[in-house]
């Protein structure tokens, strides 16, 4: 069954707080995404794994680092939350051909107080 | 900027209706293009896939590329409830795996 698992489904932090989202997949694919979805945005992107520890920023990674020390597990931490950092995250991957499709966890809701 | 706009932002059509749905980007390296379809609560899953110029038709749901114009349009024949969705326009660069997407279109059918 192929499938992105995403963990907690919804998280509530005080600002200076640190945070962990993480997220599997099955599938064995080599590239992983993680995605911020913020209302009339659409998806941005905020890191991107190649494979383990080949990581690249995306076009947010201010406030974000990532870790991914096997190939079916990625996390996003926020050192320090800010309140703008409220948003639904979602973790995706891809097989990585040139074209192919990306797979969607369910997404983490992170409400920052 | 937005490498990859929708148009229209919102859209209402009556059950059994035709939705349609439009992209253009403003990147002329894009080479793959993708409709995803997200409902309320979910993440978003991919419907349909366009690589060449023309039309692609998978069930009540066809898709259009014109390269030469950077325009990608989904048409949704016979809408259903069940369609009822964010759709996203993702494009990508050939060599490249990093997707855009566009801010969406939000479609109700109404029964």
């Known amino acids: 069954d192929m499938k992105v698992t995403q963990m907690p489904r919804y998280l509530i932090k005080r600002m200076g707080e640190n945070v962990l989202l993480e997220c599997g997949q099955d599938m064995s694919h080599e590239t992983m995404y993680w995605y911020r979805q913020d209302p009339g945005l659409g998806l941005q992107l905020i890191y991107i794994s190649y494979d383990v520890d080949s990581n690249s920023e995306g076009d947010i990674p201010k406030g974000y680092r990532v870790s991914r020390k096997k190939r079916e597990h990625f996390s996003l931490i926020l050192d320090s939350a800010k309140t703008n950092q409220t948003s639904v995250y979602f973790c995706?991957?891809?097989?990585?051909?040139?074209?192919?499709?990306?797979?969607f966890g369910k997404g983490t809701r992170l409400t920052v107080v | 900027q937005q490498k990859v706009q929708q148009s229209p932002e919102s859209l209402s059509v009556p059950e059994g209706g035709m939705a349609s749905l439009n992209c253009t980007s403003s990147?002329?390296?894009?080479?793959y293009f993708w409709w995803y379809r997200q409902h309320s609560g979910e993440g978003p899953k991919a419907l349909m896939?366009?690589?060449?110029?023309g039309d692609k038709k998978e069930g009540r749901f066809t898709a259009h590329l014109n390269k030469a114009s950077l325009h990608v349009s989904l048409h949704i024949r016979d809408s259903q409830p069940s369609d009822s969705a964010l759709y996203f326009c993702a494009a990508s660069e050939s060599g490249y795996q990093n997707f855009y997407f566009g801010k969406g279109t939000s479609l109700t059918v109404i029964p």
């Open positions: 995706a991957s891809s097989s990585g051909g040139l074209g192919t499709e990306v797979f």
């Open positions: 990147d002329r390296n894009f080479q």
């Open positions: 896939s366009i690589f060449s110029d």
